[in-house]
């Protein structure tokens, strides 16, 4: 099955410094989609992307579709510790199934 | 709203038992989902409902099974427990031609 390579496996940073993150895939797609997993939590969609290029924020959250198709960033400006936890890229991989293909995860750890 | 619940919390069992893990949202959505998620290895799906009275195979189906019981519950259930299966279980919903799926809190099994 597909596969969606997550970058970097984790982040250890400072309060009010700004975060970067990517995720890259061999295969093209029409949407990505970036979630937030704090500990003992599921899952909560923050930002998706439907066309290549397109440039999508919430709030501190900055989200990239990359123009091959084939990627994506995630930044985070001025991290705070509740920035915590771990953020994963994920992928339609069902058509209209809406079966999801995560990533990995980044695992963000913010010191105050 | 309570919007996705999963019962139990924990649970502890042996090698060879059976349970059933239970999943009950009540936001009217059609789609129901099942994933498994170990260290490392972001979430990955186990079965899905996309309407009441159809599951479908994921990534990842062997050693279980499901069913959608109605539009509100879909379980999960482990026939003979094996400690591969140790891991944490997040169920999701999803309403019909909407992105978004909606994580419930997991059930974290652990398989002695």
């Known amino acids: 099955g597909q596969q969606l390579n997550q970058s970097p496996q984790s982040m250890f940073i400072q309060e009010g410094e700004d975060v970067s993150m990517n995720c890259t895939s061999s295969s093209i797609f029409n949407t990505w989609l970036w979630y937030k997993q704090e500990p003992g939590e599921g899952p909560v969609l923050l930002i998706a992307?439907?066309?290549?290029?397109e440039l999508t924020s919430n709030g501190r959250l900055t989200a990239q579709f990359g123009i091959t198709r084939k990627d994506s960033f995630l930044n985070i400006s001025a991290s705070i510790p509740s920035d915590v936890g771990i953020y994963f890229c994920?992928?339609?991989?069902?058509?209209?199934?809406?079966?999801?293909?995560f990533g990995k995860g980044t695992l963000l750890t913010v010191n105050p | 709203n309570a919007g996705v619940t999963q019962t139990p919390k924990f649970q502890v069992l042996k090698t060879g038992q059976s349970m059933t893990l239970q999943c009950a949202q009540d936001m009217n959505h059609n789609s129901m989902y099942w994933y498994r998620q170990d260290p490392g290895m972001g979430l990955r799906l186990i079965y899905y409902s996309a309407s009441e009275g159809t599951t479908d195979k994921g990534e990842v189906p062997n050693g279980y099974n499901v069913s959608r019981l109605n539009k509100r519950e879909f379980s999960l259930r482990l026939e003979s427990a094996a400690p591969s299966q140790t891991s944490v279980y997040f169920c999701a919903s999803r309403l019909a031609d909407e992105e978004t799926q909606y994580f419930g809190p997991g059930t974290r099994l652990l398989v002695l």
């Open positions: 992307l439907y066309k290549a290029g």
């Open positions: 994920a992928q339609n991989s069902g058509g209209s199934n809406y079966k999801l293909t």
